[in-house]
């Protein structure tokens, strides 16, 4: 602890150098700098957005996975520090069959996208839904779960149509996920209110903030048969989808590798085990094989 | 108590994790604090220099931070350097980073403004004295300039140090975090640990900004 705060002390003195040296000699470049980045980010990653290739991970002999922190019981922190859950179960086995140590990452739902593009982790396992806008950012590799989008209410209110909404109703949705997408895209005149994390849109949620929460129907059955007086009453709402693991775009030696991994974990009966470790509590056992995709298909 | 949910904070090694997550927003907030005062002491000076070109410059500066917000910056600076220069700055540097260039912007106008309220005698009084501009500010107008802004910059350090919560955007697992973490990992067995949880978390940052409070009404009355 002591050694890293000395480590970041002397890097804050850095970039508090640089700060310095921009405002007093060419501080106008600094803020060039910013203009620059902010137009960048809608563009494709260019070269210096790198990424690893397996081999270059094999190396290291540490891959970077990005997991959900807070979303049981996908991927979250169990009460000894653990990364625990369906995704992270998936990323130990990853790990074990590459040979190499892992270092989870902390992800949000709204900069699972940025972290890839930046190369700051090799691999997203956060729950990720396959959407055509998505595999034009990143590379996904084969699903490995089915999802759809569900609405849960409270039983005294039950939303059972988005088209029975009155004109003042609000939607509880989370930033970056697919059911923001779908909401805007498909019922634009009802008024979403979105928030970063999980755990702020339940809190909302569950104080009555909005009429519904719209989110992955896992999630939003889950939280009923968890949450007595909650009812989901749209429990798929739009196409069925898939969530797969995603790297980089242009990473095609770890997505074949993942592609492989998955194929051939499918003869294992690899996933049913995963559900039976980690989702049976929240699901039970009639929910195994409409979520359960394996083997990639 | 049972009903709040604390003791979801006893299990296992939570309650330890809390206090890690909140020496996370503790060390990048005094860092960045610290880096603040040092550098708007001195930006505040420059802003009160009559330089057009200075002038100017700092004026963008001082109204970028104030447009941008700190996610946004936080955003450009962990991820957009990585993009547009290839830069792999770690998260707490980045965030270090940003904390500091708002912290610099807002505490140099606050000096500016400190600055500004000193009668223009004093500066004449000095000069009359045959000391020169840099004697002038060390023994006349700083001092003077630092009893103004006490109250002044405790609204900025404490509003630092709560702000960190943001950092998770960028990766970093800090307080508030381990909390929405705790809260998760136990929505099965106690559903409403959000608010204990919640409560703690707000006893803590209370215990970190009170003491910076007291020192500041502590300051001002010795130094009036």
Redesign the interface.
């Given at each position: 602890?002591k050694k890293n705060?000395v480590k970041?002390?002397t890097?804050?003195?850095l970039?508090?150098g640089?700060?310095?040296a921009a405002?007093?000699g060419c501080?106008?470049s600094?803020?060039t700098?910013?203009v620059?980045?902010?137009g960048?980010?809608t563009v494709e990653?260019?070269s210096?957005?790198?990424f690893r290739t397996l081999d270059e991970i094999k190396e290291s002999g540490t891959i970077n996975i990005?997991v959900f922190?807070?979303?049981?019981p996908f991927g979250?922190?169990?009460?000894?520090?653990e990364y625990a859950g369906y995704d992270v179960y998936f990323a130990e086995r990853i790990g074990k069959d590459l040979g190499v140590e892992i270092n989870y990452?902390?992800?949000?739902a709204?900069?699972r996208i940025?972290?890839l593009?930046?190369?700051?982790v090799d691999i997203i396992l956060a729950n990720f839904t396959v959407t055509e806008e998505r595999a034009q950012e990143v590379d996904f590799a084969l699903p490995y779960m089915n999802v759809a989008l569900g609405v849960v209410s409270p039983d005294s209110a039950v939303v059972e149509s988005l088209d029975d909404l009155g004109a003042d109703d609000q939607i509880i949705v989370i930033s970056g996920t697919t059911a923001e997408t779908y909401l805007t895209k498909n019922y634009p005149d009802i008024k979403l209110q979105k928030y970063?994390?999980?755990?702020?849109a339940?809190?909302a949620f569950?104080n009555g903030n909005g009429v519904a929460w719209a989110n992955d129907n896992t999630e939003v059955i889950a939280f009923s048969l968890?949450?007595e007086g909650y009812t989901v009453g749209i429990p798929s709402l739009g196409d069925q989808d898939t969530i797969a693991p995603a790297v980089t775009k242009g990473n095609e030696t770890l997505l074949n590798w993942l592609n492989e991994e998955i194929e051939s974990l499918g003869s294992e009966n690899f996933f049913h085990a995963d559900y039976e470790a980690t989702l049976l509590?929240?699901y039970g056992a009639d929910y195994e094989d409409t979520l359960v995709l394996e083997g990639g298909k | 108590m049972a009903s709040l949910g604390i003791d979801v904070l006893f299990?296992?090694?939570?309650f330890l994790?809390l206090l890690q997550g909140l020496?996370v927003s503790i060390?990048i907030s005094l860092?960045?604090v610290v880096?603040s005062i040092?550098?708007g002491l001195?930006?505040g000076v420059?802003m009160t220099v009559n330089n057009k070109v200075l002038h100017a410059?700092?004026k963008?500066?001082l109204e970028?931070v104030r447009i941008m917000p700190q996610m946004?910056l936080l955003?450009?600076v962990y991820?957009?350097?990585?993009?547009?220069?290839?830069w792999?700055m770690?998260a707490?540097?980045s965030a270090?980073?940003v904390f500091?260039?708002w912290g610099?912007a807002e505490m140099g106008d606050l000096v500016r403004g400190s600055i500004k309220s000193i009668p223009a005698i004093q500066f004449e009084s000095a000069w009359a004295l045959g000391m020169d501009k840099v004697q002038t500010y060390f023994y006349i107008i700083l001092p003077q300039t630092v009893r103004r802004l006490i109250p002044l910059s405790i609204n900025l350090i404490t509003r630092m140090i709560k702000t960190t919560s943001l950092v998770?955007?960028?990766?970093i697992?800090e307080v508030l975090?381990?909390a929405?973490?705790?809260?998760?990992?136990?929505?099965?067995t106690s559903?409403n640990a959000?608010f204990g949880v919640f409560l703690v978390v707000f006893l803590l940052y209370f215990i970190v900004c009170w003491p910076i409070s007291r020192l500041a009404t502590y300051l001002e009355k010795r130094w009036a």
């Open positions: 602890m705060f970041r002390l890097g804050g003195l970039v508090a640089l700060v310095g405002l007093t501080g106008s600094a803020s700098n910013e620059a980045a902010t960048e980010d990653a260019d210096n957005a790198g990005g922190s807070d979303k049981s979250f922190v169990d009460e000894n520090g990452v902390s992800t949000e709204a900069n940025e972290y593009q930046t190369g700051k970063d994390a999980y755990a702020e339940k809190t569950e968890e949450n509590d929240t | 299990k296992g090694t939570n994790r020496w060390e860092i960045s880096l040092l550098l001195l930006v420059l410059i700092l963008v500066y970028t946004v955003f450009i991820f957009g350097t990585t993009r547009v220069f290839g792999d770690s707490e540097t270090i980073f500091t260039f610099t998770m955007m960028i990766g697992v975090k381990v929405q973490q705790i809260i998760e990992a136990n929505r099965k559903p959000a």
